[in-house]
């Protein structure tokens, strides 16, 4: 690709290249952006083969097979090359014409190339299998030694995975299962959902403990034995005969002021009539209030320290001294 950039002056090589990096960080995360910039580089540069490929492939993430069709056509007589021939192939299928798809995995092109765009086209040929409705020969045409080539291979696992897949659909189902194993072991990228078909396959059900909705999910799918969830839920859910934290303090602060009234009920027993004797005490008991005529409400001043309530002027005072 730099080698046909410095056929482009300076400055627009270098704004065709930008287009084309974001362009390639793009083709994954968000293909629509990826697009965008694809046709900014292809308005630049249209007779460049690199633009031509990249814009065929941001037009095929984002299923614009006749779009990309076009750009892989151009790129391919500019080029020479026949690299781009399955995933031509495959924008046939994406046309709905698999019939043209299948005769291009019979064209002389596929002799060239290498093993990896082999092994594509034969995965392309089998999903025109499928599509036409012929499951059996979709499987057929998966067989082959490259089934048994070593899990470092790059496409290993899409082939496995394309297999199992093909088995399961004509109701192998003990086979598919030994194959989606193999492409697990070979999707060392986590290219496929190998772990996921497994697992439908063996009847298991992942639970998102971080989900909301799993919380009233069975606790031997959230891996907590049944008896510890239990007990979690005796310890976590007061009964009825459980008292809440708060309600405990409140008891507490209940109690305490029971026992500050009876004591001021029992000075009053004893005889001590005056005001000054409710006055003291940072209790008022609500009868007593309301035979004085005093507050019963205490303000809290600094340092937690409880003011007894007072009648405003001088005539508390006054009270107080003459009870005395």
């Known amino acids: 690709m730099t080698q046909e950039l410095k056929s482009l002056p300076k400055t627009l090589a270098e704004d065709v290249a930008r287009n084309l990096v974001m362009v390639a960080r793009l083709l994954d995360d968000d293909p629509e952006r990826a697009y965008a910039y694809s046709r900014v580089a292809l308005r630049l540069a249209a007779r460049v083969s690199a633009v031509r490929e990249a814009a065929g492939f941001a037009s095929y993430v984002t299923e614009k097979y006749a779009e990309a069709l076009t750009e892989f056509r151009a790129a391919r007589r500019m080029s020479g090359s026949v690299e781009l021939w399955p995933v031509m192939a495959d924008c046939e299928r994406g046309l709905g014409r698999p019939e043209r798809a299948l005769a291009m995995a019979g064209a002389p092109e596929v002799r060239q190339l290498d093993r990896a765009g082999q092994v594509e086209m034969r995965l392309v040929a089998a999903g025109a299998r499928r599509d036409m409705g012929q499951p ?26 394309a297999y199992a897949d093909a088995l399961l659909e004509v109701g192998r189902e003990a086979e598919a299962r030994e194959w989606f194993a193999k492409a697990l072991e070979a999707d060392t990228a986590g290219a496929t959902d190998a772990s996921d078909r497994l697992a439908e396959l063996d009847g298991l059900e992942f639970v998102d403990a971080l989900d909301p909705e799993a919380e009233d999910a069975d606790p031997e799918l959230l891996g907590a034995e049944p008896d510890e969830a239990a007990r979690a839920r005796t310890d976590s859910e007061p009964g ?16 305490a002021d029971r026992t500050d009234t009876e004591a001021a009920g029992s000075a009053e027993a004893k005889g001590a009539a005056d005001p000054a004797v409710f006055l003291d005490s940072p209790f008022l008991e609500p009868g007593a209030a309301a035979a004085t005529g005093e507050d019963p409400v205490a303000d809290e001043g600094e340092g937690g320290d409880v003011q007894p309530a007072q009648d405003a002027g001088e005539s508390g005072d006054e009270a107080v001294d003459g009870g005395r």
């Open 136 to 161: 059996e020969a979709a499987v057929v045409t998966l067989q082959g030694p490259e089934l048994g080539a070593p899990s470092s291979q790059p496409w290993a696992a899409r082939l496995r995975y």
């Open 240 to 255: 009825e005969d459980d008292a809440e934290p708060d309600v405990a303090v409140q008891r507490d602060t209940a109690d």
